[in-house]
């Protein structure tokens, strides 16, 4: 079965960057639509940026537009989260999330497969 594992949280300052990755096994990666969604504490799981199984095509969250971008490689089957300028509203538990034949939907219910996730902390 489709499996994904993150790595690369942590604790950074205010300001600073992060790069999270997400592995794909199981399945065909360049089959699936990637995603990250994050949740604050004492709040719902949110959507921050997505990336459509084929074409390219990029989305995310107002409150990380031009701070955070989402990438693929398809040679690793991993999906990428570079996040710069962190802030400490930023801190969270960062989950990956896959799509069979998605289109980089923001919707929690599109995604059939999600990693354990990561914590990612901003001190200010």
């Known amino acids: 079965q489709v499996q994904l594992v993150e790595s690369g949280g942590g604790l950074v300052q205010a300001g600073g960057s992060l790069r999270l990755s997400c592995t794909l096994s199981?399945?065909?990666?360049?089959?699936?639509?990637m995603a990250w969604f994050r949740r604050a504490p004492g709040k719902e799981r949110e959507f921050v940026a997505a990336?459509?199984?084929?074409?390219?095509?990029?989305f995310y969250a107002d409150s990380v537009k031009g701070r955070f971008t989402i990438s693929r490689d398809n040679t690793k089957s991993a999906a990428n989260l570079q996040m710069n300028n962190l802030q400490p509203e930023d801190t969270a538990v960062y989950y990956c999330?896959?799509?069979?034949?998605?289109?980089?939907?923001?919707?929690?219910?599109?995604?059939?497969?999600w990693g354990q996730g990561t914590q990612v902390t901003v001190s200010s």
């Open positions: 999330a896959a799509n069979l034949y998605g289109v980089g939907s923001s919707r929690v219910d599109e995604y059939d497969h």
């Open positions: 199981g399945h065909t990666f360049t089959s699936y639509a």
């Open positions: 990336i459509r199984w084929s074409g390219g095509g990029t």
